[in-house]
């Protein structure tokens, strides 16, 4: 899955489990029940889980009772800690195979870096003053009201 579609899926993601209120461990969702909205593999969502998991913005349990829910309030989840959690690598990348013997492919590689950096670093920068709680206040209130009167369906599969 490209970079972006992981940091897509674990936004997706995240606000599932912050619009059906399952921020503890007595509300999982399992991935399965996740992956039908997410539209995604629920191999794929279980990857992606692990990744926020590990960053600490999600917490798991296996089994029959098991899911996902998120380990941080909606508000202590920064968006740039969402991206740091399924890719680390570079938004915009530059090139880094170039003819050598042409002068403005090597120095044409120095400025195309410098612009990819403050790309990336302008983007981080805006994605740390975003949080999980401002998106959830994007959705309309029908939604976030639904999700949180129906309960998830019976965790039958661990996260």
Do not use: Y
Not at 39 to 66: C, E, F, K
């Amino acid at each position: 899955m490209a970079d972006s579609q992981r940091f897509a899926v674990a936004v997706h993601t995240l606000m599932i489990l912050a619009a059906h209120k399952a921020g503890e461990a007595g509300h999982p969702m399992t991935s399965a029940e996740m992956a039908k909205s997410v539209n995604a593999n629920p191999v794929v969502l279980r990857r992606v889980i692990s990744s926020l998991a590990q960053a600490g913005l999600v917490a798991t349990r296996p089994g029959a009772h098991g899911g996902v829910w998120l380990a941080k309030a909606p508000n202590d989840i920064a968006m740039d800690q969402v991206r740091g959690a399924v890719d680390e690598g570079p938004l915009v990348c530059a090139r880094t195979k170039i003819n050598s013997d042409c002068p403005v492919a090597v120095a044409a590689l120095d400025v195309i870096d410098s612009v990819s950096k403050r790309v990336d670093g302008a983007v981080r920068d805006s994605l740390a003053l975003l949080t999980l709680a401002d998106l959830v206040k994007q959705l309309p209130d029908s939604l976030t009201q639904a999700c949180a009167a129906t309960p998830p369906a019976s965790p039958t599969l661990a996260a």
